[in-house]
């Protein structure tokens, strides 16, 4: 499905979805420049191409397995929401399956799951760890899953950067604690949530087109929103609006309509 308000395209039968880079690097199996050169010929757009220092070599190659680990954690959580009763009860008591798919909605079990197929996988374990998916223990380095009975929801810029877990289990811990009820991924080099709006890059669009932004509480609501016509919605991640979201709105329109949960 190729929603041009978004500027996404996104297939039902694997989950994924693609901003027109990500998908000409996929689709003709290049990587980030050669798609912006192949698209800068096609629309006849000028830029001046300069040799990269080995340092941000290094940085671009570790930003790219951080993608990888995300992607390959996403189609994993993807997975376990297909075999998760509980998961899909409380999803889809809350969108259809058409939402759910388009969203790419997950499920992560915990109990060290994620780390068995990615052992299984023959991953390399450390990138895994510091994209914040894979937890070490300070007490005694067990290593474990970061994300535990949670309805997994994707942060991404094009590009998967990160998750937010919503937890589908109230259960009280042994401390007598419910756990919290959204998590976020760890701060990574990537994913700093400071810096992100759970839905802009699905939103600025159409945002831009219609000069207004909707502000709501969290990602289940931009998802409602979203299914009834307000593409045009993002919320923040959990925490107040920093100087860098509020740039980010600014950049793409000048109204904001502030819709809390009360």
């Known amino acids: 499905k190729v929603s041009t308000t978004r500027g996404t395209a996104h297939c039902f039968g694997c989950g994924k979805t693609w901003g027109p880079i990500s998908f000409v690097m996929e689709r003709y199996a290049m990587n980030f420049v050669e798609a912006c050169r192949h698209l800068g010929n096609r629309y006849d757009i000028k830029w001046e191409e300069k040799e990269p220092t080995p340092e ?8 790219d397995q951080l993608f990888r680990a995300n992607n390959i954690a996403l189609e994993f959580f993807r997975s376990m929401y297909r075999q998760s009763d509980p998961a899909q009860k409380y999803a889809t008591g809350r969108w259809d399956e058409e939402t759910i798919e388009e969203w790419c909605i997950g499920y992560a079990p915990g109990r060290k799951t994620l780390l068995r197929h990615i052992r299984d996988q023959h991953e390399n374990l450390d990138i895994f760890i510091k994209a914040g998916l894979i937890k070490v223990s300070d007490a005694d380095g067990d290593i474990y899953d970061a994300f535990t009975q949670r309805l997994m929801f994707r942060n991404q810029t094009g590009n998967v950067i990160g998750f937010t877990g919503r937890a589908i289990n109230s259960k ?18 990537i994913f700093k949530k400071g810096d992100i709006l759970f839905g802009y890059f699905e939103a600025q669009r159409i945002a831009a087109l219609r000069d207004v932004l909707n502000l709501v509480e969290g990602n289940p609501d931009v998802i409602r ?28 329109v000048s109204k904001v309509v502030i819709i809390g949960d009360n």
């Not at 941000?56 to 930003?63: G, H, Q, Y």
């Not at 009280?172 to 080099?189: F, L, Q, S, V």
């Not at 929103?225 to 793409?252: E, Y």
């Open 56 to 63: 941000e070599l290094a940085k671009r190659f570790e930003r």
């Open 172 to 189: 009280k811990n042994a401390e007598g604690k419910e756990p919290p009820k959204y998590i976020n991924t760890k701060e990574t080099p």
């Open 225 to 252: 929103m979203a299914k009834i016509g307000q593409q045009n919605t993002v919320a923040p991640m959990g925490t107040a609006l920093t100087s860098t979201q509020i740039g980010m709105i600014k950049r793409i």
